[in-house]
């Protein structure tokens, strides 16, 4: 994906966006409402460079106010749409590159935290999944048809049965409601089958167990 064939062809440092419960897929989309001057600046910086901004979950203890501890592992993203409204905020859309670890926060002279960052745990993000993904889909069907339906959310259901195993699966996990530490672990997932057990995991956790049962018998 645009051009990236190994982990070498990446940056080897990152501009980091903290944002809690925002997670970002390799080939996945995440759009964002950008309105503070420092991120303002980071995007200014990426459009002028290579496009590129690493998203990242703060963490909910240590640090310092304004400043807080980082996950160890984010996602390298690619601005692949952009807007700047009236009110000069800007809204871009990132696109999912590949997952990174970081090694070390730099110190900068940017008013956004940069990091050196490694990709080795994560080669197999820069090419999609063969043809012929083995996922529990039926089960997944059936877990988020009970959370939809007992948080009272809507879903398109032909969109559901019709997406490719890696998007569904990607699309679940990034727009349900789930915890910042929930979320970080499916990013985390090692593989796209493992992320989809984790997320039927985190669905069935969410209902209640009569009427999950209940489904899967009719």
């Not at 690619?78 to 990132?94: C, N, P, Q, V, W």
């Not at 935290?113 to 990709?119: I, K, N, W």
Request: proline residues 7%; contains cysteine.
């Amino acid at each position: 994906m645009f051009g990236y064939r190994k982990p070498s062809d990446l940056p080897a440092t990152a501009a980091l966006f903290p944002l809690s419960g925002a997670i970002l897929f390799p080939r996945g989309q995440l759009p964002l409402n950008v309105f503070e001057p420092r991120y303002l600046n980071m995007v200014d910086d990426a459009l002028a460079s290579d496009r590129i901004i690493g998203m990242i979950q703060p963490l909910s203890e240590g640090g310092t106010p304004g400043r807080p501890a980082l996950a160890g592992v984010g996602t390298l993203g690619r601005i692949t749409s952009f807007a700047e409204t009236e009110d000069g905020r800007y809204l871009i859309t990132l696109t999912g590159v590949s997952r990174f670890r970081v090694t070390q926060e730099l110190e900068t002279t940017t008013p956004y935290r940069r990091a050196s960052v490694t990709y080795d745990w994560f080669a197999s993000d820069l090419y999609p999944p063969e043809r012929g993904l083995n996922i529990d889909r039926e089960r997944l069907r059936l877990a988020l048809q009970a959370f939809v339906d007992q948080h009272g959310y809507e879903a398109d259901w032909d969109a559901v049965d019709a997406a490719e195993p890696e998007m569904l699966v990607h699309a679940i996990a990034a727009l349900c409601p789930f915890d910042p530490a929930a979320k970080q672990a499916l990013l985390e997932s090692e593989t796209i089958a493992d992320r989809c057990a984790a997320l039927i995991a985190l669905l069935e956790m969410g209902v209640d167990n009569d009427d999950l049962s209940g489904r899967r018998m009719q």
